[in-house]
């Protein structure tokens, strides 16, 4: 089933989500998606076949992470549009060459002059923006870093000090990072008290393999756990045995 129909029932006026142009059912019939949570214009939808063939990257056409059809569209689309993707659809293989990638690259530097999407691979550049970036592959959509290439949401503590500038080099003087998150910082506090007190308590029980052994598995253990064993440390040691 296509992952955008016209819906030729929709009554009164409706909003492009893509456009967010205004449209209204006496003249215009919306595409809708299965779940019937979009309303998608016309012109939108010609617009992502157009968009999906100025180069490789962009092929195939999607909406969202479902890639469109022509076949599915075949009625909407301008004969000449059409024409191009049945030309494109019959190409059996890319037409940039992973040799011809490999030669514009060459000598550039991967996290300063270039990035690789972890997704699909698509090699892409930034000039002056945020380094947090994003791909239209169904992984490269959530987004990552163009300094590391790792994957990474746009809010999370992926960009701040400590980790890569939200922009900029990191060894720029004007790079800019974001401000410390304080549930990520008081979690790491958190954490690191926890293990300071178990490392602490261990020293006493060094001399017993066992109990170092069983300790030491712990400390990479969720924090009841650990909180756990180290009131067994401090309290009554015999309860490991």
């Not at 006496?26 to 979009?38: F, I, K, L, R, Y």
């Not at 040799?99 to 930034?126: F, H, M, N, T």
């Not at 990474?152 to 980790?163: F, M, S, T």
Request: hydrophobic share 35%.
């Amino acid at each position: 089933m296509p992952s955008l129909t016209q819906n030729f029932t929709h009554v009164g006026d409706w909003e492009c989500v893509t456009c967010c142009e205004d449209y209204n059912t006496v003249n215009d019939s919306p595409w809708q998606t299965e779940d019937a949570g979009s309303l998608v214009c016309g012109g939108c939808i010609i617009h992502l076949f157009e968009q999906a063939l100025e180069n490789d990257y962009s092929w195939p056409p999607r909406f969202g992470p479902d890639v469109l059809h022509s076949q599915d569209f075949a009625s909407h689309l301008p004969s000449e549009l059409l024409d191009r993707v049945t030309r494109r659809v019959a190409q059996a293989e890319p037409r940039i060459k992973p040799e011809e990638v490999a030669e514009a690259i060459k000598g550039l530097v991967r996290g300063k002059d270039y990035q690789i999407c972890p997704g699909c691979s698509l090699v892409v550049a930034l000039k002056e923006s945020c380094n947090h970036i994003a791909c239209v592959c169904p992984l490269g959509m959530k987004g990552f870093c163009f300094i590391c290439g790792q994957v990474a949401q746009h809010d999370d503590d992926h960009l701040r000090k400590g980790g890569y500038p939200r922009f900029g080099q990191p060894a720029a003087e004007r790079a800019i990072f974001d401000p410390p998150n304080p549930i990520a910082l008081a979690r790491e506090a958190h954490n690191a008290r926890i293990q300071r007190e178990l490392a602490q308590d261990l020293t006493i029980f060094h001399a017993d393999s066992w109990t170092w052994n069983v300790a030491m598995q712990t400390l990479a253990s969720d924090d009841d756990t650990r909180r756990l064993m180290v009131d067994l440390l401090r309290g009554t040691p015999s309860r490991l045995y």
